[in-house]
């Protein structure tokens, strides 16, 4: 009898957690796990984008709960993880999105800025994970997903404090990985290149970030932008049965931008 199951949800029942999930790669990534069947739950630090995304899964058949989320807050972040676990007596999958970036020549950021982007595109992360990783050690069983950086591999102009915190990342998913695959956890990391999000047309409208961005989008060689569904497509594939046998990897989405 073949493995493969015709219409058979990759993720069914399957209890997933979602930073940053209001909104641009978090949206995609939470309603395309829905639809292979998982309860996502998504957080969001604006909590009306998250229940806004949880609604439209709903709405479309799917499961979803969403809960407002700073996960640079220790404590809150734990709260969300133990409510989680015991109403679904679960965590399977923990997808770690939430990040910023704020463009700007290196030589004129602050240390306040470098607190803030830190603590949100790393610290943040290992708190997520943190909290999360207890209940999948218990259960032998869980996948974890960081969204990264191209930023992260080979720099970017204007980024520096960013593409810092995301390369360290990169370090620990290969740290972690190694650390919990006797625990059948597997840990892998996505680089997105360029993507098509919110805060993008935000920095599109600028008229000096604007054209750095425009710049970029020359130098890809499939010539636009990613599509936040495109990432989403690479973290179902990490958190999926079809990953079974990757782990500490980090691959990026970029449209071929960045080929190491």
């Known amino acids: 009898m073949s493995k493969y199951q015709v219409g ?29 069947g998982a309860i996502v ?20 058949g799917g499961r979803a709960e969403a809960f407002t989320l700073d996960i640079t807050r220790s ?6 993880v133990a409510q989680v676990a015991q109403a679904h007596g679960r965590i399977d999958i923990l997808v770690n999105n939430a990040g910023y970036d704020a463009i700007k020549p290196f030589v004129d950021t602050t240390e ?38 191209d930023a992260a591999r080979v720099g970017s102009t204007n980024e520096a ?26 840990v892998n990391c996505i680089c997105p290149g360029v993507t098509n999000t919110p805060q993008l047309q935000r920095n599109l409208e600028d008229p000096v970030i604007g054209k750095i961005v425009r710049a970029i989008e020359k130098k890809v060689p499939l010539r636009r932008f990613g599509e936040p569904e495109e990432i989403a497509g690479a973290v179902l594939f990490f958190v ?21």
Not at 127 to 145: E, F, R, Y
């Open 161 to 186: 404090v960013y593409a810092a915190a995301k390369a360290g990342l990169l370090g620990f998913t290969k740290t972690l990985a190694r650390e919990v695959a006797r625990n059948n956890i597997r």
């Open 240 to 260: 999926s049965d079809q990953s079974s046998f990757i782990t500490g990897q980090v691959l990026s989405v970029s449209g071929g931008l960045t080929m190491v």
């Open 8 to 36: 058979k949800p990759k993720l069914q029942d399957q209890v997933a957690i979602v930073s940053g999930g209001g909104r641009g790669m978090g949206r995609a990534d939470c309603q395309l796990l829905a639809a292979e």
């Open 112 to 149: 306040e800025e470098w607190d803030f982007l830190i603590d949100l595109n790393l610290k943040g992360q290992l708190l997520m994970t943190h909290a999360v990783l207890p209940h999948m050690i218990a259960a032998s069983h869980g996948k974890i997903v960081f969204i990264s950086s």
């Open 75 to 80: 404590a809150d972040v734990r709260a969300m």
């Open 41 to 60: 739950i998504c957080c969001d630090k604006l909590g009306d984008n998250a229940e806004s995304v949880a609604r439209e899964i709903r709405e479309a």
